[in-house]
């Protein structure tokens, strides 16, 4: 059954109490281009969410008002059990920030039994923040898939390469985040998504030398060798 509207408008209301201009005037700096913003953080988003509670109607409710606040209230408010792949190809459509894209991805859709899929069809896509989603995905999944075997990720390198050509911000720092992550999973990926970084490293384009190295840097790094030994000490 459809949310009613004061339903809405209760929750509208509580967040437009929690807002501030502070927060508001901070999106800019962070290049969030959010014009339909009561300014609400993050944790007071996640206390918001704690007393609505679990419900899929009201998600999709909040999510048609356009504000930016109630979208990334839905990430939290949602069932992944209930989300949709139509659902999520609608709601990617309207992605215009990295806000919401990122944390649908990372608090929502990395939940639900189409996100496998979604990587897949959304990385050859144009729209700018279509195609974050789907490297935003991709690390999502690299942290919160504790069970999910390397072949999954090893798939899906092809498409951090070819994204990698990119040179759309949003997307290259996607590009960037997914490899990094993928390379911290295990000692094979490691491997794996090092190779990918030293070889974009030295391509002839920009944004592909940029992601290169971004990650090189990050897998050659003494943090991530400690939690890779530490992770095969435990596989013993």
């Known amino acids: 059954m459809p949310a009613a509207a004061s339903r809405v408008r209760e929750v509208l209301g509580w967040l437009e109490a929690a807002g501030t201009k502070k927060t508001r005037d901070s999106y800019a700096r962070y290049g969030i281009d959010a014009p339909k ?21 009201l998600a999709l409710a909040l999510w048609e008002t356009g504000w930016y606040d109630a979208r990334l209230l839905t990430a939290f408010i949602d069932d992944p059990a209930k989300v949709t792949a139509a659902q999520m190809d ?27 899929k979604k990587v897949d069809q959304w990385a050859p896509k144009k729209p700018e923040f279509v195609r974050r989603a789907s490297f935003a995905l991709i690390a999502s999944l690299g942290v919160h898939d504790k069970k999910a075997p390397d072949e999954l990720f ?31 999973r295990s000692v094979v990926l490691h491997e794996a998504s090092l190779a990918l970084a030293l070889r974009l490293a030295e391509s002839p384009e920009a944004s592909a030398r940029w992601i290169g190295r971004d990650a090189a840097r990050e897998l050659t790094g003494a943090v991530v060798k400690r939690q890779l030994a530490k992770r095969a000490a435990k596989r013993r």
């Open 154 to 184: 090893l798939r899906r390198l092809p498409l951090i390469e070819n994204a990698a050509s990119d040179d759309r911000n949003f997307v290259k720092k996607g590009v960037s985040w997914a490899l990094r992550v993928v390379g911290r």
């Open 37 to 57: 913003a009561f300014g609400v953080s993050l944790v007071d988003i996640q206390k918001i969410a704690k007393r609505v509670g679990r419900d899929h109607d």
């Open 90 to 116: 609608r709601w990617a459509r309207d992605f215009d920030n990295w806000g919401v894209c990122d944390t649908l991805c990372f608090k929502l859709f990395d939940k639900t039994p189409h996100a496998w």
